[in-house]
């Protein structure tokens, strides 16, 4: 039997993506978890470049970079395919996974890291990029359609996630009347069984997140 090892931290989204793909293709796997302020020898010696999580280890071989380790895991167990077969329409769903990973994390992450009117701007950014994500439901109830697929486990991370973004930063990016299809496809992704199984606990996060906006924060503060 195939031996099969996540490495991941309790609050890492990126990581949610790799347990996600494998609970949902019935793979089993063991968890190590990691504290990033003393990262093990294991982690360093699987991922020696990026020194991050998450890392799936198949067989003893390492896979890194959470969107390559999703086709990984679609081409390996092919049950439950998450990229559809249409050359056209799997081009489309990696495009608006990585389109999650490069633009819609990074523009949120700055309306939380920032207040007055750098977080005003930022927020404009962030909207920006959901309303793409948005038009992109247009007749859909999940981004490849009809069934859960590879784009909606890459941007899962938003039906949990942007609640406790805006709970820390006192803001609002995403409401039903400015975005109901993806409001919609937030609780329905959010409420599939596996998904809803394994978010980690949104008071942590908040506590988490927090602690990570008072310290940017304190950094760019005037000295």
Not at 150 to 165: C, E
Not at 180 to 192: E, G, Q
């Amino acid at each position: 039997m195939a031996e099969v090892k996540v490495f991941r931290t309790w609050s890492s989204l990126f990581a949610l993506k790799i347990v996600w793909a494998l609970k949902l293709k019935g793979v089993p796997y063991e968890t190590i978890y990691e504290d990033l302020s003393n990262k093990s020898p294991l982690l360093l010696q699987y991922n020696p470049i990026h020194k991050k999580v998450p890392v799936l280890v198949h067989n003893g071989k390492p896979i890194v970079e959470s969107l390559i380790v999703l086709e990984y895991i679609d081409e390996t167990w092919k049950e439950n395919p998450l990229l559809p077969e249409d050359p056209l329409e799997r081009a489309a769903a990696r495009f608006w996974a990585k389109f999650g990973d490069d633009k819609v994390l990074p523009s949120i992450g700055e309306s939380v890291t920032n207040e007055g009117k750098e977080q005003e701007e930022a927020i404009v950014k962030a909207k920006e990029n959901l309303k793409y994500l948005e038009e992109e439901l247009k007749g859909k109830k999940f981004f490849g359609g009809e069934k859960l697929g590879f784009a909606d486990i890459a941007l899962g991370w938003i039906a949990h996630y942007v609640s406790v973004f805006e709970d820390v930063a006192g803001m609002k990016l995403i409401t039903e009347e400015e975005f109901p299809l993806l409001s919609a496809w937030k609780l329905t992704f959010a409420d599939a069984p596996i998904i809803k199984d394994n978010w980690p606990s949104r008071e942590k996060l908040v506590t988490k997140f927090q602690a990570i906006r008072e310290d940017e924060l304190l950094k760019k503060a005037p000295k």
